[in-house]
């Protein structure tokens, strides 16, 4: 999951749980949108991390080994 998808998760989540004053039968809104708020947290969480991870080891220049021209 991505950095835009978990926002998305996020956003749709929170216009569940604050906005929507609708019901269904069945199934409440509010929990959904809770439930998709904590996904997108979490999505968000492990991408950012995910992606400082792969930052820190492009950071390390490649090592370049000179050789002598004599040989």
Do not use: C, H
Request: proline share 3%.
């Amino acid at each position: 999951m991505g950095i835009g998808t978990s926002i998305f998760l996020i956003a749709a989540g929170a216009i569940l749980r604050f906005a929507v004053t609708a019901s269904v039968e069945g199934i409440k809104l509010a929990t959904v949108g809770l439930i998709l708020m904590i996904v997108g947290i979490i999505g968000l969480a492990i991408s950012l991390y995910l992606l400082t991870q792969a930052q820190r080891g492009a950071v390390v220049p490649d090592r370049v080994v000179e050789r002598d021209p004599r040989l």
